[in-house]
């Protein structure tokens, strides 16, 4: 799944590097745990431009909505958000407004494999974030957008989705997850899985 890509650095120089998906971390990871702090330095920036492609094709290889630098121990506040219709990259996120509205909804996270819960969120918001060319972007997310870019903005401030639930449904959510690992590995064994 590697894909060439050009860059300009600042130099203005033009290179051509190999892109590879990045890889994916548990939970185990500590980055997942800590705070990322502001990207201080100018846009656009080359070795920026350049996660922002790894982390979208890293997203799309374990098919999910959003992924965040740091799942893939990278040390960013940046992450990115995508489905077939359309990307955005993110660096330096902020929710600057939440409406009163709010609502439980399903969440999975690639840094947890198998593991889906009821998370409440408000389901509009307003957010700020800079785009690659460092543009200062503004804009109202709602729906499934406004749950993936609050759940992306929480592993940017160390927070994982686990630590929105209570204690039972965190339990009860990791024996369905143990069922379905289980299933997954019988499939395995079985040959009844295969990749296109």
């Known amino acids: ?3 060439f890509i050009t ?6 120089l033009v290179t051509t590097d190999k892109i590879d998906p990045l890889p994916l971390f548990d939970d185990t990871l500590p980055l997942l745990h800590q705070v990322m702090p502001e990207y201080e330095g100018p846009l656009p920036n080359s070795v920026l431009t350049k996660l922002a492609k790894q982390l979208s094709m890293t997203r799309k290889l374990y098919g999910g909505i959003g992924l965040s630098a740091n799942q893939c121990n990278v040390a960013e506040r940046m992450f990115v958000i995508g489905t077939d219709d359309f990307e955005m990259v993110c660096i330096n996120p902020k929710v600057v407004g939440v409406s009163e509205d709010e609502a439980f909804d399903k969440e999975g996270c690639l840094s947890f494999p198998g593991l889906s ?3 409440k969120r408000p389901f509009t918001i307003q957010v700020e974030y800079q785009d690659l060319d460092g543009k200062v972007v503004q804009q109202t997310l709602d729906g499934i957008t406004a749950r993936c870019y609050l759940h992306e903005l929480d592993h940017m401030n160390g927070v994982v989705f686990t ?4 204690k039972t449904a965190l339990m009860m959510a990791k024996e369905k ?3 379905l690992t289980k299933k997954y590995q019988r499939m395995k ?7 296109s």
């Open 163 to 166: 630590d929105r639930v209570g």
């Open 189 to 195: 064994n079985n040959g009844l899985l295969f990749r």
């Open 7 to 12: 860059i300009d650095t600042k130099e203005n």
């Open 177 to 179: 997850q143990k069922k």
């Open 117 to 119: 819960m009821r998370v």
């Open 1 to 3: 799944m590697s894909e």
